[in-house]
């Protein structure tokens, strides 16, 4: 795209936010580049220059496991030596990745393993794989990234991907690591880093569950020792806000200065499932204590207009003496003359401080959420879309977008008509209050 050319239209935004609300991995962009909220997790890994073979040994396991979980092909695949993107089934692609690896071990150069369901790795995946065994792991922790297939997930097999995440932790045993959603980057290529950058910063003002995660930048920490230098805009430095699952590993729980019994008491909900993982006691875990991988209620992504989500408000008070705040949420540097919202160093702040009880994320206005006696929620329970054709699922006013002067009322099982030929786009009926005069 051009830089001096806006990305998304106002129009084009909103259409964005409204798919991305009825289903995630909506995709939207330039051929080759379209991008779409995605769910993902990532584990930070850090270990020692002879661990390189053994780090690099558990992600191909961890790639061949997951190869039996995507139910979708995968098109492209990533060949480390010679840094080029394959076709699946390329015979130029090693057989042998544990060769490969040592081989790269000996030239003292990253690992990589990378793979996508889409013809090109600058498009936003429903599966996709990206390890990366860091050559120098004194400066940058190891890597893995995985984006999964949000239809897949909903469609029966949440306990199957929770089962296969508690199981990568206990092989990798990650410093970090976090689940949720992010604008679908896959930590493949940076081709299409601008584009995803503005869209990371306007889907920000939207949605309170967003995450934004770049392992290939975000994992540099430098020297993490006790009287070294950390570099303050990466996580080295701290953790960052979760938005549904993280890991408290034993050496963030030492920098919080709080053990497990006392992080289980600052937790109790019952939205809140926290799972101990044993980890080795070593230098950086003297007392042998658990890594705590917590999960914060459902995969959510929190629309604004609903209100700050109390369950990561909770989190988030917790982590907070360890938040990595400055963290750097680009992965291209702003310039001046840029006509597309992007992340600068005062709004970054904002939105790693946006579930802090004295937050203005994203804006004071929105922030605010009405009271019950003000028209407000109590339960905080979206307003379910329902599209054109369906039927109702609940009597009551209806509205639609697509038409002015939509609002009328439905039976339980009506089916709601599509609007034809509306500029909007496609039909989808929201719940509405009655007439002024309805009791």
């Known amino acids: 795209m051009s830089t001096a050319e806006l990305f998304l239209s106002p129009e084009e935004i909103e259409k964005f936010i409204r798919e991305s609300k009825i289903a995630p991995q909506w995709f939207y962009g330039y051929p080759g580049r379209e991008l779409g909220i995605c769910p993902y997790v990532t584990f930070y890994v850090y270990h020692q220059p002879e661990d390189y073979m053994s780090v690099a040994g558990k992600f191909i396991d961890i790639w061949e496991r997951f190869g039996r979980l995507v139910d979708e092909p995968i098109k492209k695949v990533f060949k480390s030596r010679t840094q080029v993107w394959l076709n699946a089934g390329d015979k130029r692609f090693p057989e042998d990745l544990r060769a490969e690896a040592k081989f790269l071990q000996d030239e003292f150069r990253t690992f990589y393993l990378m793979a996508t369901d889409m013809e090109s790795p600058d498009a936003s995946p429903l599966w996709s794989y990206s390890a990366r065994v860091c050559h120098v792991p004194q400066m940058g922790y190891s890597t893995l990234k995985l984006v999964f297939c949000y239809d897949w997930y909903e469609d029966g097999n949440q306990a199957r991907w929770r089962d296969f995440v508690l199981d ?40 309170y569950g967003l995450d934004i995660d770049h392992p290939s930048s975000m994992g540099f920490h430098a020297n993490d020792d006790e009287d070294g230098y950390v570099n303050p805009a990466r996580l080295g430095a701290g953790v960052r806000s979760p938005t549904w699952c993280f890991m408290l590993s034993p050496v963030w729980q030492r920098k919080l200065g709080k053990p497990e019994h006392q992080i289980r008491v600052e937790l109790a909900d019952p939205r809140i499932k926290i799972t101990a993982v044993p980890y080795p006691r070593n230098t950086r875990n003297p007392d042998g204590a658990n890594g705590l991988w917590i999960e914060l209620g459902d995969l959510d ?54 579930f802090d009880e004295d937050s203005d994320w ?23 879309l329902v599209p054109g054709g369906e039927p109702c699922p609940q009597a009551g006013w209806w509205s639609t977008l697509a038409q002015s002067g939509s609002r009328r009322r439905f039976e339980k099982g009506e089916v709601m008509p599509v609007i034809e030929g ?12 009655g007439p002024k005069d309805e009791k």
């Open 168 to 207: 990568c932790i206990k092989s990798l045993r990650p410093e970090q690591a976090y689940m949720g959603y992010e604008v679908g980057n896959g930590g493949l290529s940076v081709m299409g880093a601008y584009e995803s950058d503005v869209l990371e910063r306007i889907c920000a003002d939207h949605f």
């Open 362 to 384: 994203p804006s004071a206005e929105q922030r605010r959420k009405p009271s019950p006696d003000e028209g407000g929620d109590a339960t905080s329970k979206r307003q379910p």
């Open 422 to 433: 509306s500029s909007f786009g496609d039909t989808y009926w929201q719940q509405a209050s």
């Open 301 to 354: 992504l929190y629309p604004v207009e609903d209100g700050v989500p109390d369950v990561l408000v909770k989190a988030n008070r917790l982590i907070r003496p360890i938040r990595c705040d400055q963290l750097n949420l680009n992965t291209l540097d702003p310039w001046d003359g840029d006509p597309n919202p992007r992340f600068g160093y005062e709004t970054s702040l904002r939105w790693m401080r946006r």
